[in-house]
T-cell receptor, first 115, second 111 residues
Framework: NAGVTQTPKFRVLKTGQSMTLLCAQDMNHEYMYWYRQDPGMGLRLIHYSVGEGTTAKGEVPDGYNVSRLKKQNFLLGLESAAPSQTSVYFC??????????????FGNGTRLTVT | EDKVVQSPLSLVVHEGDTVTLNCSYEVTNFRSLLWYKQEKKAPTFLFMLTSSGIEKKSGRLSSILDKKELFSILNITATQTGDSAIYLCAPTNSGTYKYIFGTGTRLKVLA
């Protein structure tokens, strides 16, 4: 049982380049989330999805886009990377809030550096 | 706007000490509160609290929620160097489907 898998683990981009981060979960979770973590800032929500085909903005969505075409996958795109997007990105998934067992399960993160 | 404040921001103790970490929150449509431990990589789940006044325990760790005063505490007794980590709390908002994370408490346990 793999849980939540993120690819790639590391990436270095130049300013202006684009990339897609892939998140895949095998727990049949409805909800999926993308967070970024910067020193002293905790985990900040970028975008999230409460079901296949639906997405919503979190607290820091600018410069990112997402898609949830399949229930098990949640993609995070950077169209034109900026140095301010240097961060560690975590994907997470859960059952719907209100179900008895709905903790967030995290992937191992992607460390992105934009030069 | 939903808010979470964790205190202290950082803490240094010696092995065997007992520590109490605090999490206060203001969240509309509050559903539950979760605690996570984060070492080098991804946060790992510790507890989920939904009912006020009921303590959850796992070994040397325990946690309790006060829904009236809007806070939770995480206690760690007989600390070990392996407890060194960032501890995150996250109340949930069932209206927005969000888990709202605090900035965490960085705990360092010295041998």
């Amino acid at each position: 049982n793999a849980g939540v898998t993120q690819t790639p683990k590391f990436r270095v981009l130049k300013t202006g380049q684009s990339m897609t981060l892939l998140c895949a979960q095998d727990m049949n979770h409805e909800y999926m989330y993308w967070y970024r973590q910067d020193p002293g800032m905790g985990l900040r929500l970028i975008h999230y999805s409460v079901g296949e085909g639906t997405t919503a903005k979190g607290e820091v969505p600018d410069g990112y886009n997402v898609s949830r075409l399949k229930k098990q996958n949640f993609l995070l795109g950077l169209e034109s990377a900026a140095p301010s997007q240097t961060s560690v990105y975590f994907c997470a998934s859960s059952y719907p809030l209100g179900q008895a067992d709905s903790p967030l399960h995290f992937g191992n993160g992607t460390r992105l550096t934009v030069t | 706007e939903d808010k979470v404040v964790q205190s202290p921001l950082s803490l240094v103790v010696h092995e065997g000490d007992t520590v109490t970490l605090n999490c206060s929150y203001e969240v509309t449509n509050f559903r539950s509160l979760l605690w996570y431990k984060q070492e080098k990589k991804a946060p790992t789940f510790l507890f989920m609290l939904t009912s006020s006044g009921i303590e959850k325990k796992s070994g040397r760790l325990s946690s309790i929620l006060d829904k009236k005063e809007l806070f939770s505490i995480l206690n760690i007794t007989a600390t070990q160097t392996g407890d060194s980590a960032i501890y995150l709390c996250a109340p949930t908002n069932s209206g927005t489907y969000k888990y709202i994370f605090g900035t965490g408490t960085r705990l360092k346990v010295l041998a």
